[in-house]
C-alpha cells in the first residue's frame, strides 16, 4: 500500500479555473473521501491525481514521488482508477475486460501467467461475477458493466484505487456488498460519491470540494456537520447516530429550504 497526496493542484481549463490551490491525503491503507456539490471539482481533481489530466500547477506524490514522472506501465501497477466515462460498447467478453487488468504486469506478445489467471478469477469472485466470464460486456445492464470494471480495477492489483462515483447504476445490494468489499480491502483508496450517508459510513477521511477548493477535512463526524452541509450543499439536515452501526447518519430535511426555519 502507499500514500497518495494532492499538493497544492490547480487545473485551468480554456481559460477558466477549475481547481485552485488543492491539498489533500489519502493515508496507507486509508479510505479518504471526496465530497462536494455537481461541478465542485471532483472529477476533475480524480482526473489529474489518475494522470488523464495535466495540472495547471502543483503535483500528485504517489509515495512522495510525482505521478507523472513514472512510466504509464509503472503508475498503471501502483494506481488503478475506475473513471466516470466508461465505455459501454465494448466487443469483448466480461473475462476479457477484466483481463485488460492485468497489462501493465505482461511482456510485448506474452501470454497470461497462472498470477494473471488467478487475478482474474479473484477479481470476479469479488464483485460476484463468477461465472459470468462469457457474456458480452455490451450486452450488460448499466450496474453490471460497473462491476466488470470494478473487478478489472481489482484485477490490476494496485496499490492505490481512484474511484469516482463507483456505486452510479448499482441497486442497493451491490451497493452495499461494494462498499463492504472496499472496507474490507483496506486499500489506499480515494474515492468520490454523492450519497453523503455512504460517505459517512464508508471512509476514514473526508475531503470537501465547494468551487474548486478545500473547505473542510477530517473525519466524516467533523466535516458533516448541519453548519457545512446548509453552506455547501444547500441543505437543511440534522447529524445523527445511525441506529444500527452508530456512523454519523445525515436527515435531510425535504420540505424546508435552508434558511426558513432554525435548526433544532
Known sequence: MMRIAVDDVSVTLSGRSILSGVHLVAGEGEIAGLIGPNGSGKSTLLRTVYRHLKPTSGRVLLADRDVRELAPAEAARHLAALPQERGSDFEFTVREV??????PYQRAFAGESTQDRAA?????????LAGHERRSFAALSGGERQRVLLARAFAQQPDVLVLDEPTNHLDVQHQVELLALLRAQRRTTLISLHD???AASLCDRLHVLHRGEVVASGGPRDVLTPELLAEVFGVRAAVVDHPLTGDPLIAFD???PVGTAPLP
Open 254 to 256: 425535504h420540505r424546508s
Open 120 to 128: 482474474v478469477a479473484d477479481a470476479l469472485a469479488q464483485v460476484g
Open 196 to 198: 453523503l450517508n455512504a
Open 98 to 103: 477484466v483481463a485488460m487488468g492485468r497489462s
